[in-house]
C-alpha cells in the first residue's frame, strides 16, 4: 500500500471510545488507506481522491460519534446495517441536526449515507461484513433543483459580471458621495480608506475578478467547493485551459482538463494582472477571493449570482437561481448546439448516463469550437430580437425577409454605380430601333426591368 500521513480520530471521539480509542483509530486508518488505494472500484484497484477520502473518513467518525451517544453499545469499534439504517432515518426526519440545531441539508445527508455505504464497502473487501445501501435516497439539493438559464439570460449575465461593482465618475461625485465611495474603493482594494486616490477608482472599477470567475464558471461549469479550491495554477495560459486535478475537483472526474474560448482567455490573463496589486492575495495562490479575503462558498456564490441576474433584469422571484444555473445552463447549451458526448466531456460526467438524466470523447479544439458557437448564439438571442437560438439557421431571419433601413442619398450622391459595383446582365431581344432603344433607357431606369 502507498505512504500516507495517518488519519487520526477527533478528540471527540478519541474521548467517547476511550480504551477501545486506538482500535477505531487503527480501523479508520486502514479504511482511509483502502480508499486512496482502491476505495472507486477494488477490482479494478481504482483509487478515490484524497479529497473525497477526507471526507467520507470525517464522517464516518461523525457516525461513530452519533452512534455511542445514541445507542451506547456494548461494541463500540464497529457499525452495524441496523445503526447505518437508523442513522439515515433520523437524518430524513432531521432528528440529527447540526451542532448549531439547525438540519443537515440534503447534500449533507447523501454524503453521510455515501460514507456509510464506503465504509461497508471496505468491510467487504475484508471479508468482515456484507455490503450495504441505504433505504432512503437522498439527492443534492440546489443541484437537483436548480433552474436553468436561457440562452439569453446566460449572456445576460456574462455582460452584467463585465459591469458589477462600476463606479461614476471621479470628477462628477459630491464629496459627500465621494467620502462613500472612497470607503468601497478602500474595501476592494484592501487599502486604508485615507489612501484612496483617483487612480484607484480606476483600479476599482475596471476588475476583471467577478467578470472571469462569472466567463470561467459558463464555460467549465465549476462547482461551489472547485470555486474554493480553485489556484492560479489551475490556469494554463499557453493552452488556455483550465486544470482541475482528480485531488482539487468536488467529485471523481474522468476528465481534468477543460477548454475556455478566447474571450474567458482574454479576461482570465487581465484578472491574474490585476489580482498581483491587492494585498489580500498576498502569501496564497488562491484563484478568487471574496470581498473579505475569503475563498468563496456556495452561499455567496449563489448570493453573487442572484446580484448579477438583478443587475442584468433577469426576474428569479419564482425560480431557484442558484450557482448550479450556471452550470445546468452550460450542459444543456452544449447538449442542444453539439450533442450529449461533448456535454458529458466538459461537465467530467463519469458516465454518459449521467448526462442523459439531467439533459463519446471529444477533443479540447472541438469543445472549445462548441463553447465559441455557445456564447455567439446568446448574443444573438440579446441582440436580434427576431433570432430564435432553437430554430436551424435556414429558419433564421434574412436580408429578403427582414424589414431594412431605406438608403438615404446625400445631396453628394449620385445615381451612378460604385467603382466596384459588378455590371448588370440582361438577355433580351431588341429591335435596332431608336424608338425601341429610348424604350428600353426608359424601363432600365424606372427599374421596371
Do not use: C, F
Given at each position: 500500500m502507498p505512504d500516507h500521513q495517518p488519519k487520526p480520530i477527533t478528540n471527540a471521539l478519541a474521548e467517547l471510545l476511550g480504551d477501545d480509542a486506538s482500535r477505531v483509530q487503527s480501523d479508520l486508518d486502514e479504511f482511509y488507506n483502502w480508499m486512496l488505494t482502491k476505495g472507486k472500484n477494488p477490482n479494478r484497484r481504482q483509487p478515490l481522491s484524497s479529497s473525497l477520502s477526507e471526507n467520507y473518513h470525517a464522517r464516518v467518525d461523525q457516525v461513530f460519534r452519533f452512534v455511542i451517544d445514541r445507542f451506547d453499545p456494548s461494541d463500540r469499534t464497529e457499525l452495524t446495517h441496523d445503526q447505518a439504517d437508523l442513522i439515515v432515518k433520523w437524518l430524513d426526519r432531521d432528528e440529527i441536526c447540526t451542532q448549531s440545531g439547525d438540519p443537515y441539508s440534503e447534500t449533507s445527508k447523501r454524503k453521510f449515507a455515501d460514507a456509510l455505504q464506503k465504509y461497508f464497502a471496505w468491510k467487504h473487501d475484508q471479508n468482515e461484513a456484507e455490503k450495504w445501501r441505504p433505504r432512503i435516497n437522498f439527492t443534492d439539493g440546489e443541484h437537483e433543483h436548480a433552474d436553468k438559464l436561457n440562452f439569453e439570460e446566460r449572456w445576460q449575465v456574462l455582460q452584467?459580471?463585465?459591469?458589477?461593482?462600476?463606479?461614476?465618475?471621479?470628477?462628477?461625485?459630491?464629496?459627500?458621495?465621494?467620502?462613500?465611495?472612497?470607503?468601497?474603493?478602500?474595501?476592494?482594494?484592501?487599502?486604508?480608506?485615507?489612501?484612496?486616490?483617483?487612480?484607484?477608482?480606476?483600479?476599482?472599477?475596471?476588475?476583471?475578478?467577478?467578470?472571469?470567475?462569472?466567463?470561467?464558471?459558463?464555460?467549465?461549469?465549476?462547482?461551489?467547493?472547485?470555486?474554493?479550491?480553485?489556484?492560479?495554477?489551475?490556469?494554463?495560459?499557453?493552452?488556455?485551459?483550465?486544470?482541475?486535478?482528480?485531488?482539487?475537483?468536488?467529485?471523481?472526474?474522468?476528465?481534468?482538463?477543460?477548454?475556455?474560448?478566447?474571450?474567458?482567455?482574454?479576461?482570465?490573463?487581465k484578472w491574474l494582472q490585476e489580482r498581483r496589486h491587492y494585498e489580500k492575495y498576498d502569501g496564497t495562490n488562491r484563484l478568487w477571493l471574496n470581498r473579505d479575503g475569503n475563498p468563496y462558498n456556495s452561499k455567496n456564490l449563489c448570493y453573487l449570482l442572484r446580484r448579477l441576474c438583478d443587475e442584468a433584469g433577469i426576474d428569479h422571484e419564482n425560480r431557484n437561481i442558484v450557482w448550479y444555473s450556471l452550470r445546468h445552463n452550460l450542459g444543456q447549451?452544449?447538449?442542444?448546439?453539439?450533442?450529449?458526448?461533448?456535454?458529458?466531456?466538459?461537465?467530467?460526467?463519469?458516465?454518459?448516463?449521467?448526462t442523459k438524466k439531467t439533459y463519446a470523447e471529444s477533443t479540447i479544439e472541438s469543445r472549445r469550437h462548441t463553447l465559441e458557437k455557445v456564447n455567439e448564439t446568446a448574443r444573438r438571442a440579446v441582440e436580434d430580437p427576431e433570432f430564435n437560438p432553437y430554430a436551424d439557421e435556414s429558419q433564421q431571419p434574412t436580408r429578403e425577409n427582414t424589414p431594412q433601413e431605406p438608403v438615404r442619398k446625400t445631396q453628394n450622391e449620385t445615381s451612378a454605380p460604385a467603382a466596384d459595383t459588378p455590371p448588370t446582365h440582361i438577355d433580351a431581344v431588341i429591335d435596332d430601333t431608336q424608338e425601341d432603344r429610348a424604350d428600353l433607357a426608359q424601363k432600365i431606369l424606372s427599374e421596371e426591368i
Open positions: 452584467a459580471a463585465k459591469e458589477y461593482g462600476s463606479l461614476p465618475s471621479y470628477y462628477e461625485t459630491s464629496e459627500e458621495e465621494r467620502n462613500k465611495i472612497d470607503s468601497l474603493v478602500a474595501q476592494r482594494l484592501g487599502k486604508p480608506k485615507a489612501e484612496v486616490t483617483r487612480k484607484d477608482w480606476e483600479r476599482a472599477d475596471t476588475s476583471n475578478k467577478v467578470a472571469s470567475l462569472i466567463a470561467v464558471a459558463l464555460e467549465t461549469g465549476i462547482i461551489p467547493v472547485e470555486v474554493e479550491r480553485a489556484r492560479t495554477d489551475w490556469y494554463d495560459a499557453k493552452r488556455n485551459i483550465l486544470k482541475i486535478t482528480k485531488e482539487d475537483a468536488g467529485k471523481d472526474r474522468p476528465t481534468t482538463e477543460l477548454p475556455l474560448t478566447d474571450g474567458t482567455g482574454e479576461l482570465m490573463g447549451s452544449i447538449e442542444e448546439t453539439e450533442g450529449v458526448s461533448q456535454a458529458r466531456d466538459q461537465l467530467r460526467h463519469e458516465h454518459i448516463e449521467t
